[in-house]
């Protein structure tokens, strides 16, 4: 998937982000489920990873197995797992970020994730 075609679709969330007063989008990809919205706005195709969408910044996370994949199909800033859970380093990157209201796929998602 081209890179810049994974750009304007981010680009349009984060338009939304800022209208609905949104600091971050999160999207979870477990164990190849919900595999198709991170996909659809960053080109990845692995079964695991997060894609963290900001207002001026989109990254993707994923542990070892998947980074050269990674790099070869998503623009995006990559973050290392480097042995920790994926939820326990997208906590990390939100809380350094600073980012307080994050929206994330209340249909993939359960809250108690979030």
């Given amino acids: 998937m081209a890179g810049e075609h994974v750009w304007r679709r981010v680009i349009a969330v ?10 971050a989008l999160v999207l979870l990809l477990q164990e190849g489920v919900n595999w198709e919205s991170v996909y659809y706005l960053s080109g990845f195709r692995g079964t695991s990873g997060a894609l963290l969408v900001t207002g001026d910044d ?3 996370v994923t542990d070892g197995r998947y980074l050269a994949q990674a790099r070869r199909q998503s ?3 990559l973050v290392p797992q480097e042995g ?9 990157l939100l809380r350094r970020r600073h980012l307080k209201s994050v929206g994330f796929e209340g249909d993939k998602v359960s809250f108690a994730t979030y």
């Fill in 75 to 77: 623009p995006f800033s």
């Fill in 84 to 92: 920790q859970g994926l939820l326990d380093v997208l906590g990390d």
């Fill in 14 to 23: 984060q338009a939304l982000l800022a209208e609905r007063n949104v600091d």
């Fill in 58 to 60: 989109a990254v993707l």
